[in-house]
T-cell receptor, first 110, second 112 residues
């Protein structure tokens, strides 16, 4: 069964304190791995797509990496405005729809 | 602004009532999806439409029906609402199945 597990469930950081979020997956033939950001009361907003092991993508303070079993979202010197829930999702070989993890809620305090 | 529009944003229903959640996209996307999001459960797929004229069940389809009215619109109907259907419902679209989604802002539904 295709599955996505995110850890930790919640993470509290001080402003400037770098850390990483983990997304481990079990999928029959990975076609793509997606990261989304969700703010309270809003729909998820697309961040990155990764397709193959070794691939990396960056956007401002965020960097996503992919291995054959997991992906990391690295947050460098976070600011309070980075506080949100970060969702990971995968598409399997059948490619019908995205399968989401439960998310990591990040809180950054100043 | 281009994107996915959902209506209504909030709704309270009594058990047994029916309602239709509306979704429209203006990005000329082929595929559309309905998810529900519950605390501790994440986003779960209810139904999807790979292209105009086709619909398929997702992980949690019981109690719901869908209609792909045309390429732009994909509606979700609750025929007889139950308290277990209290949730936040998101519509999404993509250029093709397996591509990245654009999400709507959600409908917060409470069934009492």
């Amino acid at each position: 069964e295709d599955q996505v597990t995110q850890s930790p469930e919640a993470l509290r950081l001080q402003e400037g304190e770098s850390s990483s979020l983990n997304c481990s997956y079990t999928v029959s033939g990975l076609r793509g791995l997606f990261w989304y950001r969700q703010d309270p009361g809003k729909g998820p907003e697309f961040l990155f797509t990764l397709y193959s092991a070794g691939e990396e993508k960056e956007k401002e303070r965020l960097k996503a990496t992919l291995t054959k079993k997991e992906s990391f979202l690295h947050i460098t010197a976070p600011k309070p405005e980075d506080s949100a829930t970060y969702l990971c999702a995968v598409v399997n070989q059948a490619g019908t729809a995205l399968i989401f993890g439960k998310g990591t809620t990040l809180s950054v305090s100043s | 602004n281009a994107g996915v529009t959902q209506t209504p944003k909030f709704q309270v229903l009594k058990t047994g009532q029916s309602m239709t959640l509306q979704c429209a996209q203006d990005m000329n996307h082929n595929s559309m999806y309905w998810y529900r999001q519950d605390p501790g459960m994440g986003l779960r797929l209810i139904y999807y439409s790979a292209s105009e004229g086709t619909t398929d069940k997702g992980e949690v389809p019981n109690g719901y029906n869908v209609s792909r009215l045309n390429k732009r619109e994909f509606s979700l109907r609750l025929e007889s609402a139950a308290p277990s259907q209290t949730s936040v419902y998101f519509c999404a679209s993509s250029s093709e199945t397996g591509a990245g989604y654009t999400f709507g802002s959600g409908t917060r539904l409470t069934v009492v």
